[in-house]
């Protein structure tokens, strides 16, 4: 069970939602937002809430790319794999990264502190190559420059 | 003195915030007024940050700027070592035909004062007198396509709406912008959000809707919180409720935000998404006009879409239908990413030719090297080589020519690109975001992966590159939306238009 599931938080966002006419990717959002990943015992709650199945929900959480089953690092680094991107080098620079901290995409550093993942496009495609560290955009990011990035989080 | 620096999320993501506080305070240090007004992008990104100040002849830009430049606008502007001159009159800007970015980077994104005073809602007030059918009839005589890249005419999809039999109706604006290389949506999301609000409140007029939703990607949070800002404002101000500008009629938005899911900026997609449901595509008909959100009469309409509707209605179909060519009337932001020189919004009437986008206007690539080829239309669009580049502006001519406009991006790769790689990384990219609802796209993509890694491995490739043109050719015609449909393009023009990029391996086998 998540150590940091608490019952009473989760019931909390759902009833905030539950007037919505499509309430549940709403709710996944703002229970990822409180606790970092959609547990299992929060997917059961809901589903119990919205009177929906849990195999429902957990559909819903695994299809979509944004939410997590299990926690990140303390430090999300996310940078973009699309074409215009690739077109200033970014996957040279991510490849280079990536082996400097000795991970995979996906992967989080073994001290928990940053993980570095995948993302298709924020929109600033004419300052590429881009990245998103924790929650904040960043454009123009030479191999150096992401190097730098990534170094804020470690 | 007054300034306006960008909230732009390029300015942002370059540093925007940090000059306006630095502005803020070289002012309290020398004891200087100033106000310091936080506009949307000109779109000339490569000039971001760009600093703007105001003077008698206009206003004047420095970019792009960094802290070190801050201190210099207080000297001497005028021999500023990144002023740029007048904005207006840089040529990528002077020569822009702007309709639906007239306002963005003008004026101060959240003041409903400033939106009103630069033409904002007389659209909406002339829609009020001419009606739900003058609405549609006027949408029509535009020639106003669906932007999202499918280019159905606008004012047909309403009037269709508005026929149908139906207690509630709905208006969807689908800003779920996943395409690489574009950024139109976004940029107007925070450069002129009430233009999306009057756009989309016309809508809901033309049609009887009363409620809208803005389906806007999660990669967007300036986007998200500039419109939901809006939308409090607009609420307040009585142009979004039950009784909309005093005309009786009830028009109420949402933002509604996604999860990271690419196939979800297609329609029934996205709408099954705004259900709460996995993102998948519907199978059609029944189309989204007849039987749309919650199984009601819905409109769904790109952004950009939405995004003109005022100034149609605000300057009349006529003015709007006398720019373009053939059957593309008016005008497309086109926005040109990627390894460019001077890359950005372009604004322009249809009909202007890809070369003289690439080359004239964004001067080429950003490193300098020779331009090798263009996707146009994001991840499902074709790669043009140069000698390509006369093709026109236009749905029809890019159709001709195997390709599409899509949502008016353009990436520039230089002559460094490994065209077989990209190639690989359309399927790559089909396999990952495929909703998994239909066979061609789910399987279909996964296999062209491996097959375009035996091509690029130098296994019989011949015989493989026969392979994905039939794989291609199933996925074009079996897959039930524009994901597993349209990767063949990418695929297929990269073979067609740089053979020599797949069969380097071969050569190098033989040679040895």
Redesign the interface.
């Given at each position: 069970m998540d150590s940091n599931f608490k019952t009473e938080l989760v019931e909390a966002i759902i009833l905030a939602h539950q007037n919505?006419?499509?309430?549940?990717?709403?709710i996944?959002?703002s229970i990822q937002e409180e606790f970092g990943l959609i547990s299992e015992d929060a997917m059961r709650l809901v589903a119990s809430k919205l009177n929906i199945t849990r195999a429902?929900v957990y559909?819903?959480v695994s299809?979509?790319?944004?939410?997590r089953q299990k926690p990140a690092g303390r430090h999300v680094l996310k940078l973009c794999r699309?074409?215009?991107?690739?077109?200033?080098g970014s996957e040279e620079n991510a490849a280079r990264l990536l082996a400097r901290l000795g991970l995979d995409w996906g992967e989080t550093t073994p001290d928990g502190r940053l993980t570095v993942e995948p993302?298709?496009?924020?929109?600033?495609?004419?300052?590429?190559p881009?990245a998103?560290l924790d929650?904040e955009?960043?454009?123009?990011l030479d191999a150096a420059g992401l190097e730098a990035l990534a170094l804020e989080a470690l | 003195m007054h300034f306006y620096v960008p909230c732009d999320a390029v300015a942002i993501a370059t540093g925007a915030d940090k000059i306006a506080a630095a502005i803020a305070a070289q002012a309290a240090r020398r004891g200087l007024d100033v106000q310091i007004t936080r506009n949307g992008s000109r779109g000339m990104f490569w000039l971001e940050p760009l600093v703007e100040l105001v003077t008698p002849e206009g206003r004047v830009g420095f970019g792009p700027m960094t802290l070190a430049d801050v201190p210099g606008l207080f000297e001497e502007a005028a021999n500023h070592p990144k002023a740029v001159g007048l904005v207006e009159q840089i040529p990528f800007f002077a020569k822009q035909q702007r309709l639906t970015f007239a306002r963005c980077g003008v004026i101060d994104p959240l003041n409903l004062g400033d939106y009103i005073a630069h033409g904002g809602y007389v659209g909406l007030a002339h829609a009020i007198k001419l009606g739900a059918a003058g609405i549609c009839a006027e949408v029509k005589d535009s020639g106003l396509r669906g932007r999202g890249g499918a280019g159905f005419p606008t004012g047909v999809k309403w009037e269709t709406v508005r026929t149908a039999p139906g207690d509630q109706k709905y208006v969807v604006c689908n800003a779920d912008e996943g395409d690489s290389g574009t950024f139109a949506d976004r940029m107007m999301m925070e450069g002129d959000p009430f233009c999306l609000i009057e756009g989309m409140t016309i809508a809901g007029l033309a049609t009887g809707a009363t409620k809208g939703y803005v389906y806007i990607r999660s990669e967007y949070p300036h986007s998200i919180r500039t419109m939901n800002k809006a939308i409090a404002l607009a609420r307040r101000a009585n142009l979004l409720g039950a009784d909309v500008m005093d005309s009786g009629h009830t028009f109420d938005l949402e933002v509604f935000v996604g999860a990271g899911a690419y196939v979800c900026g297609e329609e029934t997609a996205l709408l099954d998404s705004l259900e709460g449901k996995r993102g998948q595509v519907r199978a059609k008909p029944p189309i989204p006009a007849l039987v749309g959100l919650f199984g009601k009469p819905t409109v769904i309409n790109n952004a950009i879409s939405l995004f003109t509707i005022p100034v149609i209605l605000e300057k009349g179909a006529k003015h709007y239908a006398d720019f373009g060519m053939g059957r593309s009337r008016g005008t497309m932001p086109v926005q040109i990413a990627g390894n460019v020189k001077h890359g950005g919004l372009f604004e322009v009437a249809f009909g202007v030719t890809l070369g003289e986008i690439i080359n004239d206007i964004a001067g080429g690539t950003a490193t300098g090297r020779p331009v090798r080829a263009v996707q146009a239309g994001g991840p499902l669009g074709a790669y043009f080589p140069p000698s390509l580049f006369d093709t026109e502006y236009d749905y029809e001519a890019f159709t001709r020519r195997n390709g599409l406009i899509g949502h008016g991006g353009l990436v520039v790769f230089d002559d460094s690109v490994d065209m077989a790689k990209m190639a690989r990384f359309a399927m790559e990219f089909c396999a990952h975001e495929s909703c998994g609802k239909c066979t061609p796209c789910r399987i279909g993509s996964t296999r062209g992966v491996e097959v375009i890694d035996k091509i690029i491995a130098g296994v019989e490739p011949e015989k493989n590159i026969a392979l994905v043109h039939d794989l291609c050719e199933t996925m074009k015609f079996g897959s039930l939306c524009a994901l597993g449909g349209f990767t063949p393009y990418p695929v297929l023009s990269a073979i067609a238009h740089f053979p020599e990029d797949f069969s380097k391996s071969a050569i190098k086998l033989a040679a040895e």
């Amino acid at each position: 069970m998540d150590s940091n599931f608490k019952t009473e938080l989760v019931e909390a966002i759902i009833l905030a939602h539950q007037n919505l006419e499509g309430p549940l990717l709403p709710i996944l959002h703002s229970i990822q937002e409180e606790f970092g990943l959609i547990s299992e015992d929060a997917m059961r709650l809901v589903a119990s809430k919205l009177n929906i199945t849990r195999a429902e929900v957990y559909g819903v959480v695994s299809f979509y790319h944004d939410y997590r089953q299990k926690p990140a690092g303390r430090h999300v680094l996310k940078l973009c794999r699309a074409e215009a991107c690739q077109s200033m080098g970014s996957e040279e620079n991510a490849a280079r990264l990536l082996a400097r901290l000795g991970l995979d995409w996906g992967e989080t550093t073994p001290d928990g502190r940053l993980t570095v993942e995948p993302i298709y496009c924020l929109g600033l495609c004419a300052c590429a190559p881009s990245a998103m560290l924790d929650g904040e955009i960043h454009a123009r990011l030479d191999a150096a420059g992401l190097e730098a990035l990534a170094l804020e989080a470690l | 003195m007054h300034f306006y620096v960008p909230c732009d999320a390029v300015a942002i993501a370059t540093g925007a915030d940090k000059i306006a506080a630095a502005i803020a305070a070289q002012a309290a240090r020398r004891g200087l007024d100033v106000q310091i007004t936080r506009n949307g992008s000109r779109g000339m990104f490569w000039l971001e940050p760009l600093v703007e100040l105001v003077t008698p002849e206009g206003r004047v830009g420095f970019g792009p700027m960094t802290l070190a430049d801050v201190p210099g606008l207080f000297e001497e502007a005028a021999n500023h070592p990144k002023a740029v001159g007048l904005v207006e009159q840089i040529p990528f800007f002077a020569k822009q035909q702007r309709l639906t970015f007239a306002r963005c980077g003008v004026i101060d994104p959240l003041n409903l004062g400033d939106y009103i005073a630069h033409g904002g809602y007389v659209g909406l007030a002339h829609a009020i007198k001419l009606g739900a059918a003058g609405i549609c009839a006027e949408v029509k005589d535009s020639g106003l396509r669906g932007r999202g890249g499918a280019g159905f005419p606008t004012g047909v999809k309403w009037e269709t709406v508005r026929t149908a039999p139906g207690d509630q109706k709905y208006v969807v604006c689908n800003a779920d912008e996943g395409d690489s290389g574009t950024f139109a949506d976004r940029m107007m999301m925070e450069g002129d959000p009430f233009c999306l609000i009057e756009g989309m409140t016309i809508a809901g007029l033309a049609t009887g809707a009363t409620k809208g939703y803005v389906y806007i990607r999660s990669e967007y949070p300036h986007s998200i919180r500039t419109m939901n800002k809006a939308i409090a404002l607009a609420r307040r101000a009585n142009l979004l409720g039950a009784d909309v500008m005093d005309s009786g009629h009830t028009f109420d938005l949402e933002v509604f935000v996604g999860a990271g899911a690419y196939v979800c900026g297609e329609e029934t997609a996205l709408l099954d998404s705004l259900e709460g449901k996995r993102g998948q595509v519907r199978a059609k008909p029944p189309i989204p006009a007849l039987v749309g959100l919650f199984g009601k009469p819905t409109v769904i309409n790109n952004a950009i879409s939405l995004f003109t509707i005022p100034v149609i209605l605000e300057k009349g179909a006529k003015h709007y239908a006398d720019f373009g060519m053939g059957r593309s009337r008016g005008t497309m932001p086109v926005q040109i990413a990627g390894n460019v020189k001077h890359g950005g919004l372009f604004e322009v009437a249809f009909g202007v030719t890809l070369g003289e986008i690439i080359n004239d206007i964004a001067g080429g690539t950003a490193t300098g090297r020779p331009v090798r080829a263009v996707q146009a239309g994001g991840p499902l669009g074709a790669y043009f080589p140069p000698s390509l580049f006369d093709t026109e502006y236009d749905y029809e001519a890019f159709t001709r020519r195997n390709g599409l406009i899509g949502h008016g991006g353009l990436v520039v790769f230089d002559d460094s690109v490994d065209m077989a790689k990209m190639a690989r990384f359309a399927m790559e990219f089909c396999a990952h975001e495929s909703c998994g609802k239909c066979t061609p796209c789910r399987i279909g993509s996964t296999r062209g992966v491996e097959v375009i890694d035996k091509i690029i491995a130098g296994v019989e490739p011949e015989k493989n590159i026969a392979l994905v043109h039939d794989l291609c050719e199933t996925m074009k015609f079996g897959s039930l939306c524009a994901l597993g449909g349209f990767t063949p393009y990418p695929v297929l023009s990269a073979i067609a238009h740089f053979p020599e990029d797949f069969s380097k391996s071969a050569i190098k086998l033989a040679a040895e």
